[in-house]
């Protein structure tokens, strides 16, 4: 999902799937994949977190041994 603003300030959606995108500029579409999005925001680890989580699952994987927590927030 991604939102689009133009420089008239005209707001789009845009969704790609695997076989085909779509583009909305429905003002109920634009408001709910604004609300998805930043709901991902919310919960998403910040770069520092994502590098110390994906280190900790790539030394999890060379020692063999399951990794010691989730890298959840």
Sequence with gaps: MVLLETRDLERF???EGVLAGE???DP???SRV???LS???TQALSPDESAR???RM?????SRSPPA???GA
Excluded: L, P
């Excluded at 790539?58 to 060379?62: G, H, L, T």
């Design 28 to 30: 109920g579409v634009v």
């Design 69 to 71: 927590s989730t890298c």
């Design 34 to 36: 604004t609300q998805r």
């Design 13 to 15: 959606a845009f969704a």
């Design 53 to 55: 989580c994906i280190g």
């Design 23 to 25: 583009m909305s500029a």
């Design 39 to 41: 709901a991902i925001r």
């Design 58 to 62: 790539v030394d999890s994987r060379e």
